[in-house]
T-cell receptor, first 115, second 116 residues
Framework: GAGVSQSPSNKVTEKGKDVELRCDPI?????LYWYRQSLGQGLEFLIY????????KSGLPSDRFSAERTGGSVSTLTIQRTQQEDSAVYLC?????????????FGPGTRLLVL | AQSVAQPEDQVNVAEGNPLTVKCTYS??????LFWYVQYPNRGLQFLLK??????LVKGSYGFEAEFNKSQTSFHLKKPSALVSDSALYFC??????????????FGKGTKLSVIP
């Protein structure tokens, strides 16, 4: 079956611009996670969705970052007024339900470069 | 607080030799441990996990991992390395955050190079 998909695969933007990153989870997966992978910080949790609600936004690094999920499926991560330190690979993952025994399945990521 | 340590940034092994990628963890409560592999310009691929039961867990591509509670370790192993195993490997522990999400905390990753 189809895995987690993300778009775009690569994004180059200028400092100060807004960007939107999209994630399509595996069909039927109710839990969705965003992570960021950067050279200096490794893999960091950003935000968690259960259905359309986001009970855990504790990993979002600043108020420039926001995310939403609609229809219990597609999620969009928005970064406003991008900064160079936002350059990273943004990874989305989904799992069937909210359970710590469940595997999280990752998408290929969006590689963001802020010039 | 939970944490994962991968003490080796890089592991080199000759093709056909056994390989080990080390991981130690710290978590309150029961540990739920995962290994993922990342190939260049790709996302993370799930290899295996330990939830409960046998300490030796078998996963994809011939990999296995041994859970050792007394040493708080979860080392990844393979009896005979292939050149195609060359990649970046991440160990992770899953835990319940205060906000109610089952996040993964990752180690820094270990780059495995299998030499022909």
């Amino acid at each position: 079956g189809a895995g987690v998909s993300q778009s775009p695969s690569n994004k180059v933007t200028e400092k100060g611009k807004d960007v939107e990153l999209r994630c399509d989870p595996i069909s039927g997966h109710t839990a969705l996670y965003w992570y960021r992978q950067s050279l200096g910080q490794g893999l960091e949790f950003l935000i968690y969705f259960q259905g359309n609600s986001a009970p855990d936004k504790s990993g979002l690094p600043s108020d420039r970052f926001s995310a939403e999920r609609t229809g219990g499926s597609v999620s969009t991560l928005t970064i406003q007024r991008t900064q160079q330190e936002d350059s990273a690979v943004y990874l989305c993952a989904s799992s069937p339900r909210r359970d710590n025994r469940e595997t999280q399945y990752f998408g290929p990521g969006t590689r963001l470069l802020v010039l | 607080a939970q944490s994962v340590a991968q003490p080796e940034d890089q592991v080199n092994v000759a093709e056909g030799n056994p390989l080990t990628v080390k991981c130690t963890y710290s978590v309150s409560g029961n540990p739920y441990l995962f290994w993922y592999v990342q190939y260049p310009n790709r996302g993370l691929q799930f290899l295996l996990k330990y939830i409960t039961g046998d300490n030796l867990v078998k996963g994809s591509y011939g990999f296995e991992a041994e859970f050792n509670k007394s040493q708080t370790s979860f080392h990844l192993k393979k009896p005979s390395a292939l050149v195609s195993d060359s990649a970046l490997y991440f160990c992770a522990v899953r835990y319940l955050s205060g906000a109610g999400s089952y996040q993964l905390t990752f180690g820094k990753g270990t780059k495995l190079s299998v030499i022909p």
